[in-house]
């Protein structure tokens, strides 16, 4: 038996414990019967994005460091995957947090989803958000120079006024969640 594990977007087989197996058709369970894998691939997704989000502060290390201004089209350009990956990211948290409610309050209807179906659709709105957001952004670029290449710099102010509300609406809605969660788990626990 083998464990899912993800880190930075790349999954490793572990060896599971006694406490952990994972059936025939490669679905993590615990002893108590509940499908993870499903959360994992969704994890993976997000750590995925994570590494694109890190990744851009290497632009803006390079353009401190040499003094460099950098037109506002040109860092959209080379931060479009950047800016993909930070919409997903943060709105893939509120469905990890969503699967997790749903594995705690409907945990044999979570079991008999089909892993592939379910992770499509938990990650299709994240995935259109992002995809949405770059689209504006490229039919919004202008030529205005730029010391720093940021996600929020290298969007046009019309664009910006839409993604930080909705950011933050959606890390509201994920420590909501988390809330209900740790609220279930206490009194799951007495």
Not at 89 to 105: N, R
Not at 107 to 118: E, L, M
């Amino acid at each position: 038996s083998r464990v899912l594990l993800c880190t930075g977007g790349i999954r490793f087989l572990l060896p599971a414990t006694n406490q952990n197996h994972v059936s025939g058709s490669g679905n993590f369970s615990t002893s108590q019967g509940l499908n993870s894998s499903i959360t994992a691939y969704l994890q993976c997704i997000q750590s995925t994005a994570h590494v694109f989000c890190i990744m851009n502060s290497f632009i803006d290390v390079y353009l401190m460091i040499s003094d460099t201004e950098i037109l506002r089209e040109t860092c959209f350009h080379i931060i479009v995957p950047n800016i993909f990956c930070y919409c997903v990211q943060s709105s893939i948290m509120v469905f990890i947090l969503l699967d997790i409610l749903f594995i705690v309050m409907f945990p044999i209807a979570h079991r008999n989803f089909s892993d592939w179906k379910y992770v499509t659709a938990m990650a299709m709105i994240p995935f259109l958000w992002g995809g949405f957001i770059v689209i504006w952004g490229f039919q919004g670029e202008d030529y205005s120079s730029l010391h720093l290449c940021s996600l929020f710099m290298a969007l046009q102010r019309p664009i910006r006024k839409v993604l930080a509300p909705v950011t933050v609406a959606s890390n509201t809605l994920s420590l909501l969640i988390f809330l209900i969660l740790i609220l279930l788990f206490k009194k799951k626990g007495k």
